[in-house]
């Protein structure tokens, strides 16, 4: 004699297999949220550990303990890693399911034509559809809320600094930094020594005072060149007949380097400069130094090299030695 199992007991009153495939989903459900927790645990364990390098994206200018080097890197920073982790995430989830469909739905041994063809499923087109579009507006409305905030010109700055450049080198111009007069630097070309070493005493040095608002116009004596400081991580265009403005609060004393990233001819890879953010005494005694030099007084456009092409007029300053026409 057969002994029968009792039926499954269940207050839908249908089919036991409805009852077993509900079971099958709680216990399914259960063990992804009990799968969930040491996920999560193990993330947050992982960026607690992380380094200042590691949580900005190994990008430059950040230090173990200290603080950014100015008001923007930090926003700059998370924007791209944030940008970073989300595609990686996409990435993830694209390969994923790649490798899922040539497993699973590979052809086996003695299967002949063509697989089943999914077409027309409209929630699969909207979802395909619907997710690149919230990615792409999602990136648009952060880049845009970050780009304002990093191109907001302060009105009335700490600092106001005028930058020319030149092939291959740069001026400095500090607006009416001594007794209301403009004080400058004017740089040269980047002198390479044997073995590709370059004098760093020698280039063109931008002061900066600490904790102080800067606004730095930007212009061109000659043809296009580009404003970079990598641990700024900001780079501006300077084109000749426009001028261009960057504005932040350097917050971390140091000596940070700086070129031209934009391609202007022979000598482009030794347009280099530093920028030294110091404290408020040493950038006055700086300015103070430069007066007593002599380095007073304008040192602007007139020193264009489209300003004096045969036929204009010369540099104020140089007609009364003789040097212009």
Not at 64 to 81: K, M, Y
Not at 151 to 172: G, L, R, S
Not at 240 to 265: D, H, I, Q, V, W
Request: charged share 20%.
């Amino acid at each position: 004699m057969v002994r029968r199992s009792p039926p499954i007991p269940t207050r839908l009153g249908g089919d036991p297999q409805v009852c077993i495939r509900k079971v099958s989903e709680v216990r399914s459900t259960r063990r992804l949220r009990w799968a969930a927790i040491p996920v999560a645990a193990t993330l947050a364990i992982v960026l607690a550990g992380c380094t200042q390098a590691e949580l900005h994206g190994y990008l430059p200018g950040f230090v173990e303990g200290e603080s950014p080097v100015t008001n923007h890197t930090d926003r700059i920073a998370g924007l791209w890693v944030t940008a970073w982790l989300v595609l990686l995430a996409v990435g993830v989830i694209t390969w994923g399911l790649i490798i899922w469909a040539v497993i699973v739905y590979r052809r086996r041994k003695g299967q002949t034509g063509l697989p089943v063809q999914l077409r027309y499923n409209m929630p699969i087109e909207i979802f395909y559809t619907i997710v690149p579009l919230i990615l792409v507006l999602g990136f648009f409305a952060f880049t845009a809320r970050d780009q304002n905030a990093i191109e907001t010109q302060y009105e009335d700055p700490d600092v106001a600094i005028e930058v020319f450049a030149k092939q291959w080198a740069w001026d400095f111009v500090y607006d009416e930094a001594v007794n209301g007069q403009d004080v400058w630097t004017a740089g040269v070309q980047a002198d390479e020594k044997p073995g590709g070493v370059i004098d760093q005493d020698a280039l063109p040095t931008l002061y900066l005072p600490v904790g102080k608002t800067v606004k730095i116009a930007l212009q061109s004596r000659d043809v296009i060149h580009s404003f970079w400081v990598i641990d700024f991580l900001y780079k501006k265009d300077m084109i000749p007949g426009k001028t261009n403005y960057m504005s932040f609060t350097p917050e971390r004393e140091g000596t940070y380097a700086g070129k031209c990233a934009e391609l202007c001819g022979e000598y482009h890879s030794l347009m280099l400069f530093n920028v030294k953010v110091v404290s408020q005494a040493e950038y006055d005694k700086h300015l103070e130094d430069l007066a007593e030099s002599g380095n007073i007084g304008d040192y602007g456009t007139e020193y264009d090299r489209n300003s004096n092409l045969p036929g204009t007029k010369a540099p104020a300053g140089l007609e009364e030695h003789g040097d212009g026409e």
